[in-house]
């Protein structure tokens, strides 16, 4: 399979390789558009990819923040509910987001904080082709020998409008009926899937039903993401059918959901489903934005322990 292509040849969705955004970085320079290109460095308990940024990133790459803008504050939805659409409107276009955008998002880790600002600029209503995760991120980006500078970006503000709803959601009733009834899987180590450690959340252990499927299961040694055809094998291996762009229940393929410990990592889930071509673009999985942080706090809801659904 290859990637969904935009006008430009070396735009590929949803993964772009360095050397091709070098490309389009210089091909813009020449006096063609560049795509606005998105640093969301982030780690989990901190510091913040702040400083990392304003040490050296992708030249004309503007930083955006997991925790204040590309999520809601934390509360009862989660540790990053879905940010409201105006305020999420407001960053984008800040950084420099129009209609007509292409747009690739950066971290450098395992791509799941690229793939959340990703799922996010589709769910916003930016087409299947005009959005994309750097593949290997900053890591790769440098590993590679591409510009890196400490200039700050200042890009015209962009025009876009945000139209929630362009990728869909799901909430823990409807991921719970997923865990029964189709495939939900759970991008969590495996660790804290089997309930043996949580780090983070108020309860140990997972939705009953649901399938781990870890996130960081999606790359090689190299920290680049694997084949699309190898991603198929190991989705296919945890009872992800392909659909044939009918309904799920006419090919008797079953409907897929992905959570998480936040929301985050289980947007990678989604786009490497998308990159495999077992949910193409046009029929994405669902994503349960609350995820376990949303789930175990609720103690009426019911915990599984242990390496079985």
Do not use: K
């Amino acid at each position: 399979m290859t990637g969904v292509t935009s006008p430009t040849p070396q735009f590929t969705a949803p993964l772009l390789e360095p050397a091709h955004l070098a490309a389009l970085l210089r091909s813009a320079a020449g006096g063609g558009v560049a795509p606005v290109v998105l640093d969301v460095r982030w780690r989990l308990g901190g510091p913040a990819g702040r400083a990392d940024h304003e040490a050296g990133h992708v030249p004309g790459a503007v930083f955006v923040d997991l925790d204040t803008e590309l999520a809601a504050p934390p509360g009862p939805g989660g540790r990053h509910p879905l940010p409201d659409a105006g305020a999420l409107q407001a960053v984008l276009r800040r950084a420099g987001v129009s209609q007509e955008s292409r747009v690739v998002a950066y971290d450098d880790d395992t791509g799941a904080v690229a793939a959340r600002a990703w799922w996010l600029l589709r769910w916003a209503g930016l087409p299947a082709d005009g959005v994309a995760v750097l593949d290997g991120g900053f890591r790769a980006w440098t590993a590679e020998g591409l510009p890196v500078t400490a200039t700050p970006s200042r890009p015209a503000p962009g025009d876009v409008v945000v139209h929630p709803g362009g990728m869909p959601v799901v909430g823990a009733d409807a991921a719970a009926e997923l865990a029964r009834h189709g495939v939900l899987l759970d991008a969590r180590a495996g660790a804290r899937y089997r309930g043996e450690t949580e780090p983070v959340d108020a309860r140990a252990g997972h939705i009953p039903g649901a399938r781990n499927a870890p996130a960081t299961e999606h790359l090689g040694p190299d920290g680049r993401w694997l084949p699309p055809t190898a991603l198929a094998r190991h989705y296919e291996a945890r009872g992800v059918a392909p659909v044939d762009g009918r309904t799920d229940r006419d090919n008797g393929s079953a409907e897929v959901g992905a959570y998480c410990g936040s929301g985050v990592n289980a947007a990678a889930v989604v786009l490497a489903l998308e990159y495999s071509g077992l949910r193409p673009a046009a029929r994405p999985a669902a994503l349960y934005p609350g995820s376990w942080s949303e789930w175990s706090a609720d103690p009426h809801r019911p915990v599984a322990t242990g390496a079985e659904p």
